[in-house]
């Protein structure tokens, strides 16, 4: 839906986050949903696993397994899933390869897409479909489409009978809208649609973000769970974990789902073991506390993006952290346009933004963590109302 924004105010900071983080005060570091910032108790716990590491490798990898599994446990915890359907992975691009390379496919199958979906697990399917002689349907959906059930409504009207997987965001990147919701995940499960959800934005925000109706579900726990970066989930339904293709052999493979996927010998596994810092940081801020703050300051900002820079708001999911709006007609239309733009911005405005292709105009989304301040989005409408008239 469209909110209203013409009354939203920005919210008070919240006195416990002061000095959380390392980021620079000298700009606005407005996209902390594409890489995430660590706050400095996470990275303090990573460092002293490092150190640790560094003082006996031999003892350090001795008991690795073990370790990742404990991890992997509270983890699941947060989650509200089960530990034996869980994997840790470094990010959603490594999970998508693996639930897709465990999918049988047949020549004429249909993967199903949408034009919302993140670029590169986009490119996964096709590169399966082409591998196996699938084929994959990209579904319109419309930017202005007004709520939850109008895009469910696009994907089902796109399901036909040769359609076999559908591989669907739950909160897209571009747009910052919901498209997985639990009721079109059990629309695609009645009938017979096997879906892989990239929940990369839903950890740490969404509660409860491992819907059990997805067949495979994964998520980045570095851009809202304050675990470090590399640090990644993939939740599997209980009748395909067998049939999980981990991307490498190891060590733990005979042992099965999820230690095959985990294990890939001599790799940096600090960020997982430090992954549960970063819940327990966010149980400690408080979650209800943390949401609202986040969820308020992204709604002012899409506010100072409307009334400063004309900009046109897309809808909106509640409970996300990020708003997205619409360029004017001929900025940002294109590909090779919007790393430009977003250079420019950076150069000009000293802020960090995320820009993507549409025809008629790109859409530009902002995120809300806590480290940011309503100044920070206002700065950035009011320049880019100088920087759009040119």
Not at 36 to 57: C, N, T
Not at 248 to 263: M, Y
Request: charged content about 25%.
């Amino acid at each position: 839906m469209i909110e209203d924004l013409s009354t939203v105010e920005p919210p008070a900071p919240l006195p416990a986050a002061e000095g959380l983080f390392a980021v620079s005060t000298d700009a606005a570091h407005l996209n902390h949903g594409s890489y995430g910032a660590v706050p400095l108790p996470v990275q303090r716990v990573q460092e002293r696993l490092r150190a640790g590491h560094e003082l006996d490798p031999d003892g350090f990898f001795g008991d690795l397994p073990a370790r990742i599994g404990a991890a992997r446990t509270r983890i699941a915890a947060e989650l509200d899933t089960d530990p034996g359907r869980l994997a840790l992975v470094s990010n959603v691009t490594e999970a998508v390869a693996i639930a897709l390379d465990s999918i049988p496919f047949a020549p004429g199958d249909r993967i199903l897409v949408t034009d919302h979906g993140y670029g590169v697990v986009t490119r996964a399917a096709v590169r399966r479909a082409a591998e196996t002689g699938a084929e994959v349907v990209v579904v319109e959906v419309p930017l202005d489409a007004p709520d939850e059930r109008a895009v469910r409504e696009a994907v089902l009207a796109a399901v036909d009978e040769r359609t076999t997987v559908a591989v669907l965001d739950q909160i897209t990147s571009p747009t910052a809208r919901l498209v997985a919701g639990p009721q079109l995940l059990a629309d695609l499960r009645e009938r017979g649609v096997t879906t892989v959800v990239d929940g990369a934005h839903a950890p740490g925000m969404l509660p409860d973000p491992a819907d059990p109706n997805a067949d495979f579900w994964f998520g980045n726990l570095h851009k809202w769970a304050f675990a470090p970066r590399g640090t990644g989930v993939l939740a599997v339904r209980p009748e395909w974990t067998e049939r999980v293709r981990p991307l490498t052999f190891s060590w733990e493979h005979d042992k099965g789902f999820p230690w095959n996927v985990e294990w890939r010998g001599t790799c940096d596994y600090t960020g997982w073991l430090a992954a549960p810092a970063g819940f327990e940081l966010l149980r400690e801020l408080g979650p209800e506390a943390v949401a609202a703050h986040n969820g308020a300051l992204a709604a002012y900002g899409a506010r100072a993006l409307v009334e400063r820079a004309g900009l046109r708001p897309l809808p909106a999911t509640p409970g996300v952290w990020m708003r997205a709006v619409r360029l004017p007609a001929g900025w940002g239309e294109e590909e090779q346009d919007v790393r430009p733009l977003m250079a420019e911005v950076w150069r000009r405005l000293g802020a960090r933004i995320a820009v993507r292709p549409w025809s008629g105009g790109g859409v530009l989304r902002i995120s809300a963590q806590l480290y940011n301040r309503a100044e920070e989005y206002e700065r950035l409408a009011d320049g880019l109302a100088e920087l759009l008239k040119n």
